[in-house]
C-alpha cells in the first residue's frame, strides 16, 4: 500500500493536472472554432445528433452524398476531431461522404459518461449506420476505437462492408492495466479529472473482460478487412497483430505492418488511411 504522504501528494498532483488540462482534454470545437478551421474547404463539415437507446449521440459529416460512407471511430480518449484534417481533403470529400462519430462518454456524447460494454456501444452506432443504408459503408477505428468497429461489424454483418482497424487493442492478452488508472474511476479522485479522462479510465479497465467476450467471435466476420500497425507502437502492442492473423481467419484481410511508425499513424500517416480507405472501397 502506498505511504499516506504518497497519496496526498498524487491527489495535489490530480487537482492541478485537471485544472491546467480540463479545456485541453475535452477534444471539443465549437462552432466558431469549426468555421474558422474549415473557412478554406469548399465542403463544410456540419455537426448531427440522435438519439440511440438512451443516448444521444453526436457525429459530424461532409462529402458527396450518395458515395461510400466513411465513419471514423476514435480511440481512446478522443472525439471525432482526431480525423478532422480528413475532412480537408478534397479527394476524399469528393468521392466519399465522411462521418465522424463522438463515442459515448466523449465530445458531445454525454462527456464524461463512458459506456463499457462493447456491444452497447456498437449499437449505439446503429442509427447511423441506417441513416447511411443506402451507401456502402466502411468503418475506419483506431486504438478503442478498434474494437468497437469490430464489435459492429459482427453485431450488422449486413450494415457494413468493409472495416479498416488501425493499431487496434483487439487481443485480451495484450491488454495493461496500470494501477494509477485506478484514480478515474474512484469517486474520492474521479471528479479532480477532465471528462474524457475519466470517461477513458472508465471504459479501457474492463476492456481486457470485454475483449475476451468478443474474441471467439470475430472468426464471423466476412468482409473486407485491413489492418495497419506500427511495429514501433508503444501504446497497444503489434502482438495484436498475430492476435488478428489468428482470429481473422474467414475475412479478406490485408495486413500492413509497418516497421517505422507508431501509434499515431492517423495523423503521421494520413496518406497511409487514405490509401487503405480508397483500396478497401474498390
Not at 110 to 121: C, D, I, T, V, Y
Not at 241 to 267: C, G
Request: hydrophobic residues 45%.
Amino acid at each position: 500500500m502506498l505511504p499516506i504522504f504518497n497519496i496526498l501528494k498524487i491527489v495535489v498532483l490530480l487537482i492541478i493536472f485537471s485544472q491546467l488540462t480540463e479545456g485541453c482534454f475535452s477534444f471539443k470545437m465549437s462552432s466558431k472554432e469549426m468555421k474558422k478551421e474549415y473557412s478554406q474547404v469548399m465542403m463544410q463539415p456540419k455537426v448531427e445528433k440522435l438519439q440511440s437507446a438512451d443516448r444521444e449521440i453526436s457525429y459530424v459529416t461532409s462529402g458527396t452524398v450518395g458515395k461510400p460512407a466513411i465513419i471514423f471511430i476514435h480511440g481512446s480518449p478522443g472525439s471525432w476531431t482526431a480525423w478532422k484534417d480528413y475532412f480537408k481533403d478534397s479527394t476524399l470529400l469528393s468521392n466519399f461522404q465522411l462521418v465522424a462519430v463522438d463515442r459515448p462518454g466523449f465530445g458531445n456524447s454525454g462527456l464524461g459518461k463512458a459506456e463499457k460494454s462493447l456491444k452497447k456501444q456498437a449499437g449505439y452506432l446503429e442509427p447511423i449506420f441506417n441513416k447511411f443504408k443506402n451507401n456502402k459503408i466502411y468503418l475506419v477505428g483506431h486504438s478503442y476505437g478498434g474494437p468497437v468497429a469490430v464489435r459492429a461489424v459482427i453485431d450488422y454483418p449486413t450494415l457494413v462492408n468493409g472495416l479498416i482497424l488501425v493499431a487496434p487493442s483487439i487481443s485480451p492478452s495484450h491488454e495493461k492495466v496500470f494501477w494509477v488508472q485506478n484514480f478515474g474511476v474512484w469517486k474520492a479522485t474521479a471528479w479532480m479529472l477532465p471528462g474524457s479522462i475519466r470517461a477513458s479510465n472508465q471504459e479501457i479497465l474492463p476492456l481486457e473482460a470485454e475483449l475476451k467476450i468478443m474474441e471467439h467471435e470475430i472468426d464471423q466476420i466476412k468482409c473486407k478487412v485491413i489492418y495497419i500497425h506500427g511495429v514501433k507502437d508503444p501504446l497497444v502492442p503489434i502482438g495484436n497483430a498475430d492476435f488478428a492473423k489468428q482470429k481473422f481467419i474467414n475475412a479478406d484481410t490485408l495486413f500492413w505492418i509497418e516497421p517505422a511508425l507508431n501509434h499515431f499513424i492517423p495523423w503521421t500517416k494520413p496518406a497511409l488511411i487514405k490509401e487503405a480507405i480508397f483500396k478497401i472501397a474498390n
